[in-house]
């Protein structure tokens, strides 16, 4: 029995519970309690996030305390992003607009080198990265970059079919649904996966939703003439 | 040694063309492509070789030349009988000039006064310079330590009159020495025909049977000035010194422009590389002198039929290091396609700057390995510069004309007023009709408020915006003109 447990354990086919990977050593708070605790802790630093949705669903929202809590001497780097930025947002969130740049990569290669460059220059603190696809290779190199300049990767890709599984340190799922925003952990280092939290609307947009006006919803706008 | 008295070093260079020959053929496999053009490049080295002068005397000797038995002056008949299989280059005084002068900028920087000498020589104030370095001693092993690390084959002397130098110089006499006895033998026994005086006089000397410089010496001044004219009058001053000579000495220069001239066409960007590191070792070493670090550089690519590539390299830290332009350049030679195959090289400095020490945090923790600047060159040499930008307000009521973009990290004026509370992350510009299905679809939530363009505008615009949430879920901002209420438009998404 035990022989037989001895080559089973050399061949590495046994799992052990108390050898699971530790899971990030450092963690940011993400400034929502309930996704906190989904987390076990909030944001890894210093290492690759993916957010998968299908866009324009508080994805920003999610990480806007992190990036707000980063050193605003350092730079954050937005590469192909969905459409223009609006200056005014990122005045709203306290960012000097000079310490922003808009990187605008057509090519996929051109995209990828940028953000890794950016992620070990060790001048910027977040990079936010909007591209479809990534194969195993690119995203190790990712992460070793973001872990030699300390900075945080926040990749932003459509939700889609189910994709070659990636060893990301997280990778989440946003799906809108009508209460607020479902968060589901597709990916997690050293946690247990298919867990998921719905995030209220009002908690995520509290400048425009109040919760006793989500009761009287109008669909039609009230029409108002000019004088 | 005493301080008060000048001596003069004399730097003698005889064959400055082949030596450069050799010194690019034996460097790296990237330089050897380095040369003139219309030389053919397969130019065997360790093959006699020589240099030949426009009226067909051998200027220039490789060693295997010298051991085929040729000489120094020899025609060109009789050379090509004694080795037929000899090569041969035109001499190209206007190189050997310009190289003379790079040398003469190399030790500007160890020596105050330096002057171009024809005849690929160079004359140095020494004296000045002693109390600096410490002793002539220290001196002299900082500039033979400078000469050897350029490869070229040099003779020297030193003299108090820089006459007197050059002429052991070119005799070849090698010694470097501060005691005016001995170098006044050595000038004594120096044949006439060396002693570089205008031929008519030097033959007037031979005939009355003066073989060496000593014997006119002997003979009093005034004595010979009566007999020979005004010319050995000059000549026996600047011998002696007791006219001061006139020089004109190197100022560094104040402007780089440097060319290279490739050995044969190169029609790949990447062979490019190898000749553009030494154009930007030239600049380093420019920009070293001065302290200071250059900003723009601007690449001319000389091509075949007279066209020609320009490139612009900008750095927005400013570099003076040929390994950080090189990687830029890298980075921009990687986008270039050559219309036609290269030949020449053209590098100029646009613009540079005084260098400063760079301030670093010293407690932020985080290793720099590029600073914000060296990262934002970087990133525009291969994406291209409008490509990287930061976002700018303007102060506009209309979003759409409120965000726009301008030159990457430089601060922007702030504006005054309130911030909105209300705004979406991404804007669209311009603004999209949303048709009727769409907007059947969509739940509001908030507004609406009210943004109006100034009335002092050409077309001054009144709108009312909302927040709202499509069939997808996705958050919008739209607005209603005031002038058709019955059209939503999207101005933006939230994130």
Not at chain 1, 30 to 47: I, S, V
Not at chain 1, 159 to 181: I, K
Not at chain 2, 398 to 418: F, N
């Amino acid at each position: 029995m035990n022989a037989l447990l001895q080559q089973l354990q050399n061949r590495q086919l046994i799992w052990h519970a108390n050898q699971t990977e530790a899971p990030y050593e450092h963690c940011q708070s993400t400034g929502f309690p309930a996704l906190d605790q989904l987390l076990g802790g909030g944001w890894p630093q210093h290492n690759v996030v993916e957010l998968q949705s299908h866009g324009a669903c508080a994805e920003l929202q999610l990480i806007s305390k992190a990036l707000g809590q980063s050193g605003s001497d350092l730079l954050q780097v937005w590469i192909n992003p969905p459409a223009a930025l609006c200056a005014e947002y990122l005045l709203q969130q306290k960012r000097p607009l000079h310490q922003v740049l808009q990187l605008n990569a057509p090519r996929s290669a051109d995209a990828l080198w940028a953000a890794e460059l950016c992620l070990k220059s060790g001048s910027c603190t977040d990079v936010l990265l909007w591209q479809n696809n990534l194969n195993l290779t690119q995203l190790k190199r990712l992460q070793l970059a973001a872990a030699q300049g300390q900075s945080q990767l926040y990749f932003f890709r459509p939700a889609m079919a189910e994709q070659q599984l990636l060893p990301w340190a997280l990778s989440l799922q946003l799906t809108p649904v009508t209460t607020g925003l479902q968060i589901r952990i597709l990916k997690r280092k050293g946690g247990w996966q298919q867990q998921e939290v719905v995030l209220p609307w009002a908690e995520l947009y509290p400048q425009f939703i109040k919760p006793e006006l989500q009761q009287k919803q109008y669909s039609k706008p009230p029409l108002s003439r000019v004088s | 040694m005493s301080a008060q008295m000048e001596f003069w070093l004399y730097l003698y260079f005889p064959q400055l063309q082949l030596d450069k020959l050799l010194v690019l053929h034996s460097s790296t496999p990237a330089t050897k492509t380095l040369s003139d053009k219309g030389k053919s490049h397969h130019l065997d080295l360790t093959a006699p070789l020589a240099i030949v002068g426009a009226d067909h005397q051998l200027l220039q000797l490789n060693s295997a030349a010298r051991q085929a038995g040729l000489t120094l002056g020899m025609g060109l008949a009789s050379a090509a009988s004694l080795c037929h299989q000899l090569q041969l280059v035109p001499h190209q005084a206007e190189q050997e000039q310009q190289q003379l002068q790079q040398l003469a900028q190399l030790l500007y920087q160890y020596c105050a006064d330096i002057a171009l000498q024809p005849n690929c020589g160079l004359v140095l104030k020494l004296s000045p310079m002693l109390a600096l370095y410490g002793g002539a001693m220290q001196f002299w092993q900082q500039l033979q330590q400078v000469l050897q690390q350029t490869g070229y084959q040099y003779h020297f002397a030193t003299a108090q009159q820089p006459l007197v130098a050059r002429l052991l110089a070119q005799q070849g006499w090698d010694q470097f020495l501060l005691q005016n006895e001995q170098i006044q033998q050595q000038l004594k026994v120096l044949p006439l025909q060396q002693a570089q005086l205008p031929d008519k006089l030097q033959e007037q000397l031979q005939r009355l049977g003066l073989t060496q410089l000593g014997d006119v010496l002997k003979i009093p001044q005034a004595e010979l000035v009566r007999r020979f004219g005004a010319g050995m009058l000059h000549y026996l001053q600047q011998l002696t010194g007791a006219k001061p000579a006139l020089l004109q000495f190197v100022q560094p220069a104040e402007h780089f422009e440097q060319q290279l001239e490739l050995l044969y066409e190169m029609e790949r960007s990447d062979q490019l590389l190898g000749p553009l590191q030494y154009l930007f070792g030239l600049l380093q070493l420019y920009l070293q002198q001065r302290d200071q670090l250059a900003y723009q550089l601007e690449l001319c690519l000389q091509q075949r039929q007279e066209q020609q590539q320009q490139l612009q390299l900008h750095s927005a830290q400013g570099e003076y290091q040929s390994k950080e332009w090189l990687k830029l350049c890298e980075l921009q030679m990687e986008r270039l396609k050559l219309k036609k195959p290269v030949i020449q090289l053209k590098l100029i400095l646009r613009r540079a700057g005084p260098r400063y020490a760079q301030y670093k945090t010293l407690f932020a923790g985080k290793q720099q390995l590029y600073s914000a600047l060296q990262l934002l060159s970087l990133l525009q040499a291969r994406l291209g510069k409008d490509q990287v930008t930061s976002p700018c307000l303007h102060n506009d009521l209309l979003p759409e004309q409120a965000s726009s973009y301008a030159a990457a990290l430089e601060p922007q004026a702030a504006i005054a007023g309130t911030l909105a509370t209300v705004r979406p992350a991404f804007l669209v510009d311009p603004p999209l009709v949303l048709d009727a299905e769409q907007q059947q679809q969509l739940q509001l939530y908030y507004g609406p408020e009210r943004l109006s363009s100034g009335w002092w505008q050409q077309q001054s615009q009144h709108r009312d915006y909302y927040v709202g949430q499509n069939a997808q879920g996705q958050w919008l901002w739209l607005f209603r003109d005031l002038q058709q209420p019955e059209q939503l438009y999207l101005q933006g998404y939230f994130s």
